[in-house]
C-alpha cells in the first residue's frame, strides 16, 4: 500500500489528530498506546531526526554558539499515520528550532506500523555545531 501524499502545512498544530472509522480506529484518540518499535520504525523515526538537524543548521548560521538536545514526543497510529509530534524536552534554548524540528515529523505523515497497536515514542536529538 503506498503511502498517502503529504499534506500542506495548515500552520501550528492544534492538538492530537482524530480517529475516522468505528472498531478500525487508528487510536490517535486511545489514552494509552503500548505498541513496539519494530525495526522498520526506528530506521524511519532515526532517519526523519536526522533530515531535521536542517532547522538547526540554519539557525546555527545566526548563532554559532547555539548547542543542547530537543526530545520530541511523537504519536504513531496502529496503522502508521502519525498522530501528534510535539517538544516533550528543549534544553536548547531556542523554541523556534525545536518547533521546527517537531514539525518535520508532522509532515512525515506516515511510518511503518508499529506492532502491537499504536505508539508513544520519545525521539531524543542532539545539537551540536561540526567540529
Do not use: W
Not at 52 to 71: E, I, M, P, W
Not at 88 to 117: E, K, M, T, Y
Amino acid at each position: 500500500v503506498p503511502p498517502p501524499p503529504p499534506v500542506e502545512d495548515s500552520g501550528p498544530e492544534t492538538g492530537p489528530v482524530r480517529g475516522t472509522g468505528g472498531s478500525m480506529s487508528t487510536a490517535c484518540d486511545a489514552r494509552v498506546c503500548s505498541g513496539r518499535v519494530t525495526g522498520d520504525l526506528e530506521s524511519a523515526l532515526a532517519f526523519r531526526a536526522k533530515t531535521a538537524h536542517k532547522c538547526y543548521d540554519d539557525a546555527l548560521a545566526q548563532d554559532a554558539t547555539l548547542k543542547g538536545s530537543v526530545k520530541i514526543g511523537v504519536r504513531v497510529a496502529a496503522n502508521g499515520n502519525i498522530c501528534s509530534a510535539t517538544v516533550a524536552q528543549n534544553d536548547l534554548g531556542n523554541a523556534s528550532v525545536a518547533g521546527c524540528i517537531a514539525n518535520r515529523f508532522r509532515q512525515a505523515g506516515h511510518f511503518p506500523a508499529p506492532a502491537g497497536g499504536c505508539l508513544d515514542v520519545a525521539v531524543p536529538i542532539s545539537l551540536l555545531p561540526p567540529h
